[in-house]
């Protein structure tokens, strides 16, 4: 497995090949280029933070029980059908499948 810093370098390389940028290209934003290397350094180490504790979550989910027992309607799960009018789906999954989608959405743009 790659340490920290060498998957460090390793989104550094894509995020300035992904964006065409280059920490010391033409900039108007007033920023010395140590400065620019420094936020480009704290994004990076968020981003790869961000996506560790997604990948801790997602895996947190598939062990762990987070059903509710509780329709997102407000019913109970057990006995709600598809004659209550809608599909039943338990609000725990619910939620934290949506969660995953919205980090997962986040982290690819």
């Not at 350094?41 to 598939?62: D, G, N, W």
Request: net charge negative; with cysteine.
């Amino acid at each position: 497995m790659p340490s920290f810093e060498q998957l460090l370098d390793t989104y550094r390389d894509r995020v300035i090949t992904r964006s065409g940028a280059c920490i010391d290209g033409p900039w108007d934003d007033g920023l010395e280029a140590a400065a620019r290397e420094e936020l480009l350094e704290r994004h990076i180490t968020m981003t790869l933070a961000f996506r560790t504790l997604l990948v801790q979550v997602k895996t947190m989910s598939q062990q762990l029980p987070i059903n509710t027992g509780t329709c997102c309607c407000g019913s109970p799960m057990e006995g709600h059908t598809f004659y209550d009018g809608h599909q039943p789906r338990d609000e725990g999954e619910y939620f934290i499948t949506r969660a995953i989608m919205a980090a997962e959405e986040a982290l690819d743009q």
